[in-house]
């Protein structure tokens, strides 16, 4: 059975840090584009905010360089997201996924293609 369980969310004051963890298991995760989104209030569409590639490549989305990192272990079966200097636009529900696509990145991926967790509310207060 395909998982994919985020965990490390929380409450953090602005420019604090949390470090969001995804546990796979079901499927090989090292042939997989991993990923990480968020769903903010009022918004219609996850946006996509790190993303890894089997090669070890990494995506960005803009909003976040210089603040948050995407990592996996050696074994490729947990994804990592350390965010750093969080600002409120930060706050969302926080998702893992997994495409097995060529070319997949996080700004391809929706919640129609591959697989996802269930997520992890981050809200950062002012």
């Known amino acids: 059975q395909v998982q994919l369980v985020e965990s490390g969310g929380g409450s953090v004051q602005a420019g604090g840090s949390l470090r969001l963890s995804c546990s796979t298991s079901g499927f090989r995760a090292e042939n997989f584009y991993m990923g990480w989104f968020r769903q903010v209030p009022g918004k219609e569409r996850r946006e996509g905010v790190a993303g890894i590639r089997p090669t070890g490549a990494r995506h960005l989305a803009d909003s976040v360089k210089g603040r948050f990192t995407v990592s996996q272990d050696d074994a490729k079966k947990n994804l990592y997201l350390r965010m750093d200097k969080l600002e409120p636009e930060d706050s969302g529900i926080y998702y893992c996924?997994?495409?097995?696509?060529?070319?997949?990145?996080?700004?391809?991926?929706?919640?129609?293609?591959?697989?996802w967790g269930q997520g992890t509310q981050v809200t950062v207060g002012s």
């Open positions: 996924a997994a495409d097995s696509r060529p070319g997949a990145t996080i700004w391809s991926m929706t919640p129609d293609n591959g697989f």
